[in-house]
């Protein structure tokens, strides 16, 4: 049993460059989440899903779209990278009022 | 946004000592969770509350359901090496939304 899977683990873009980070969950979870987490920081949302079709933004939405056509997928999209985008992301899914199930992160890295 | 205030922010202990640390909310919380992050991986629920003045244990660690309910508590005794990590909370309020706190780092002296 997968859990969450994210890919890639680690990307180094270029300033305007695009990419999409994907994340796969084999748990049948309705809610999804994309967040960020800066150096020494904390978690910061950036978009969530509560089921396929529906997505909504999170407390930084800016810089990033997201998209969800089936439960499993939720991939993150960045389309003109920045360097303010250099963090760490975490996907991560949620069944009800337990807890949360992170992946392992993308680390990514705009110069 | 709501706001959890998570304390200490960092803590450096000796092996074998208990730790202990805070989270706080501005507003009433139905659900708090604990996790564990450890380097170059995604946080590991350690924990998880559902009732006012709950407490649950797992191993070596404790932690508590504030009775106000805007309030938790994480306790680790005897801590080991492999306790080194960053350690969050969150809480989920009455609208059903999550929220994290900001961490506190552990490092543990051998």
């Known amino acids: 049993n997968a859990g969450v899977t994210q890919t890639p683990k680690f990307r180094i873009l270029k300033i305007g460059q695009s990419m999409t980070l994907q994340c796969t969950q084999d748990m049948n979870h309705n809610y999804m989440y994309w967040y960020r987490q800066d150096p020494g920081m904390g978690l910061k949302l950036i978009y969530y899903s509560v089921g396929a079709g529906i997505t909504d933004k999170g407390e930084v939405p800016n810089g990033y779209n997201v998209s969800r056509s089936t439960t499993e997928d939720f991939p993150l999209r960045l389309e003109l990278a920045a360097p303010s985008q250099t963090s760490v992301y975490f996907c991560?899914?949620?069944?009800?009022?337990?807890?949360?199930?992170f992946g392992s992160g993308t680390r990514l890295t705009v110069v | 946004g709501q706001q959890l205030n998570q304390s200490p922010q960092s803590m450096f202990i000796q092996e074998g000592e208990d730790v202990s640390m805070n989270c706080t909310s501005s507003?009433?919380?139905?659900?708090w969770l604990w996790y564990k992050q450890e380097p170059g991986e995604g946080p590991v629920l350690l924990i998880a509350l559902y009732k006012a003045g709950e407490l649950t244990s797992n191993g070596r660690l404790t932690a508590q359901f504030g009775i106000t309910r805007k309030d938790s508590f994480l306790n680790i005794s005897a801590s080991i090496p492999s306790d080194v990590g960053i350690y969050f909370c969150?809480?989920?309020?009455?609208?059903?939304?999550?929220?994290f706190g900001t961490g506190t780092s552990l490092t543990v002296i051998p």
């Open positions: 507003s009433i919380f139905n659900t």
């Open positions: 991560a899914t949620r069944f009800a009022h337990y807890g949360y199930t």
């Open positions: 969150a809480g989920q309020d009455t609208g059903n939304q999550f929220y």
